[in-house]
T-cell receptor, first 113, second 114 residues
Framework: DQQVKQNSPSLSVQEGRISILNCDYT??????FLWYKKYPAEGPTFLIS?????DKNEDGRFTVFLNKSAKHLSLHIVPSQPGDSAVYFC????????????FGSGTQLTVLP | SAVISQKPSRDICQRGTSLTIQCQVD?????MFWYRQQPGQSLTLIAT?????????ESGFVIDKFPISRPNLTFSTLTVSNMSPEDSSIYLC???????????FGSGTQLSVL
């Protein structure tokens, strides 16, 4: 049973436009959410996070929105750049002592020049 | 932040052999983990590498197949034993501080088993 779901395996966006990557979760115990970016032949790198006490967190071109009632979060990238082309993983942490990240299956973002 | 060096970066192995992957962190970290990413799949936690004691394995992973060592706070190894083609995957070492709210990853080991 996938607790973190990224239903779009791929997304193509024109350079300069907005990229919106979506993530849904089922575990109501998740209280912290993260986005990671992964280039080929490299490990995932942390991008941005949000606590469940917030509904928005912004860092430069990247904004994460959290809708707790819908158990949904999204990552907005604006404006999108060709260097943003990568696989984006959504991840979540549950409250409690065993705080281990649960990852989604990733979305391949391609930003077209 | 932590810089994690992982080697080998890739290997092609024969069925029935074993491969040991090394992970070195540039600073002392509280937690170290080993993940697997099968083609088209999410990152799946194999185990938590505990310093000075046996690793804690997730459901579906066992010590005989994936023995793990962590002799100190900056180094860990994962062995993939008696390999089969189903073990072909990317194996990732990761580390975090005490809060475990941000993981840093090595560049991964791309393993192909023939």
């Amino acid at each position: 049973d996938q607790q973190v779901k990224q239903n779009s395996p791929s997304l193509s966006v024109q350079e300069g436009r907005i990229s919106i990557l979506n993530c849904d979760y089922t575990n109501s115990m998740f209280d912290y959410f993260l986005w990671y970016k992964k280039y080929p032949a490299e490990g995932p790198t942390f991008l941005i996070s949000i606590s469940s006490i917030k509904d928005k967190n912004e860092d430069g071109r990247f904004t994460v929105f959290l809708n707790k009632s819908a158990k949904h979060l999204s990552l907005h990238i604006v404006p999108s750049q060709p260097g943003d082309s990568a696989v984006y993983f959504c991840a979540a942490l549950a409250s409690g002592s065993a705080r281990q990240l649960t990852f989604g299956s990733g979305t391949q973002l391609t930003v077209l020049p | 932040s932590a810089v994690i060096s992982q080697k080998p970066s890739r290997d092609i192995c024969q069925r029935g052999t074993s491969l040991t992957i090394q992970c070195q962190v540039d600073s002392q970290v509280t937690m170290m983990f080993w993940y697997r990413q099968q083609p088209g799949q999410s990152l799946t936690l194999i185990a938590t590498a505990n310093q000075g004691s046996e690793a804690t394995y997730e459901s579906g992973f066992v010590i005989d197949k994936f023995p793990i060592s962590r002799p100190n706070l900056t180094f860990s190894t994962l062995t993939v034993s008696n390999m089969s083609p189903e073990d072909s995957s990317i194996y990732l070492c990761s580390a975090s501080g005490e809060t475990n709210e941000k993981l840093f990853f090595g560049s991964g080991t791309q393993l192909s088993v023939l």
